[in-house]
C-alpha cells in the first residue's frame, strides 16, 4: 500500500455545549484529513507533519495522533510556543461562528523548526502529498515560499501532489495576496479539491466549468469542485462527471466535512477506486460527519 503524508496545523478544538461549557478535542483541517484517509483504507500509511509544543496538551495531541494511526516521526516539538486554539459557539439563531487564537504557535513556525530539528534533510519518499491554503496561510512569506519549495522538491521526485485551497479570508492580508499563493500552489497540483465558495469568493469564478477551465491551465490533472448545494463535479482532461448530493440529509455541524471528504477521496483513489466511487466514497462519510458535533467523529 502507497503512503500518504499531510502537512499542516492541528488545534486546540472548544465546541460549546452551553453557554459556559465546551467539550473539548483536537482538529484542523489537514489533521483531519489525514484521520478520515487512514480510517477509510487502514493499511494505508499515513504521516503527518506538524510543529506543535511539549506541554501537557501538545503531548496529549501527539498521543491522539498515534491513536488515530498516524506516523508522527517527522513532527516537531518545541519548548517556546503552544497549541492553536479554535472555538465553535452559535449564535442566536443558531449559525455557527468559529473564532481563532493562532498567532506565534508551533505550527505557524513549522518550517524554521522542521530545519532546525533536522526533520526536513531526513523525509522519506511519500507517494501521496497533501496540503492546503491554510498551511500556507498561517505561515509567513519566506516560510511559505519554503513549503512550495518542499512540496516541488517532493513532485520532482514522484510524490502526487493533493491540494484544497481551503480559503480563510482572516490568514490573508489581502484577496490578491491569497490568489498568488494559492495560484503558485495549484501549479504544483495533481488533485485539486477546490470548493465552489472558496472560488466564487476570491477567484470570482461563477460555473464548475469555469473553476476547472482555470485550474486545468495551472496543470492540474484531476479536479473534484465541492459545492454542497449543487453536488460534486469532478474534472480529468478527458472526462467530467456529476455526483447529486442528498440536499434533505441531516446536517448538524458542517466542522470538517470537506475535510473528511477529501481523506477518503485520497485514500480511495490510491486504493485504486475510479474517480467516481471515490467521489461517492468521500460524500457518504461526509454526510455522516456532519450528523456529529466536531470535526473528528467517535
Not at 64 to 69: D, I, L, M, N, V
Not at 223 to 238: C, E, L, P, R, S
Not at 264 to 283: F, H, K, M
Amino acid at each position: 500500500m502507497a503512503s500518504l503524508v499531510s502537512i499542516g496545523e492541528c488545534m486546540l478544538e472548544l465546541n460549546a455545549t452551553d453557554t459556559l461549557n465546551f467539550k473539548r478535542s483536537f482538529a484542523g483541517d489537514t489533521y483531519n484529513t489525514a484521520v478520515y484517509a487512514k480510517r477509510w483504507q487502514s493499511r494505508l500509511s499515513v504521516y503527518y507533519i506538524s510543529a506543535i509544543g511539549t506541554d501537557n496538551l501538545s503531548n496529549e495531541m501527539l498521543a491522539q495522533w498515534k491513536g488515530e494511526g498516524l506516523n508522527t516521526q517527522y513532527v516537531a516539538q518545541t519548548p517556546d510556543a503552544q497549541l492553536g486554539i479554535y472555538a465553535i459557539s452559535r449564535d442566536d439563531q443558531g449559525k455557527r461562528c468559529v473564532s481563532y487564537w493562532r498567532k506565534e504557535s508551533a505550527a505557524s513556525q513549522l518550517m524554521s523548526l522542521l530545519k532546525a530539528q533536522n526533520i526536513l534533510a531526513n523525509l522519506p519518499h511519500f507517494d501521496y502529498v497533501y496540503f492546503t491554503g491554510i498551511s500556507l496561510g498561517i505561515l509567513s512569506d519566506s516560510a511559505r515560499q519554503e513549503l512550495l519549495d518542499l512540496i516541488e522538491s517532493m513532485k520532482n521526485k514522484g510524490s502526487k501532489i493533493v491540494f484544497d485551497p481551503n480559503y480563510r479570508a482572516k490568514l490573508w492580508k489581502s484577496d490578491e495576496e491569497a490568489i498568488n499563493w494559492l495560484t503558485k500552489a495549484y501549479q504544483l497540483t495533481d488533485i485539486a479539491l477546490p470548493g465552489m465558495t472558496d472560488h466564487k469568493a476570491l477567484f470570482k469564478h461563477q460555473t464548475h466549468d469555469e473553476v476547472a477551465e482555470f485550474l486545468q491551465a495551472l496543470g492540474c490533472k484531476e479536479i473534484i469542485v465541492k459545492n454542497a448545494q449543487d453536488g460534486i463535479y469532478a474534472f480529468t482532461q478527458d472526462e467530467k462527471f456529476c455526483f447529486s448530493v442528498d440536499k434533505n440529509s441531516p446536517c448538524i455541524d458542517t466542522t470538517a466535512a470537506g475535510d473528511s471528504f477529501a481523506g477518503t477521496y485520497i485514500a480511495a483513489r490510491i486504493a485504486g477506486d475510479d474517480i467516481l466511487s471515490a467521489v461517492e466514497a468521500g460524500a457518504d462519510v461526509a454526510s455522516s460527519v456532519v450528523r456529529h458535533v466536531g470535526a473528528i467523529t467517535h
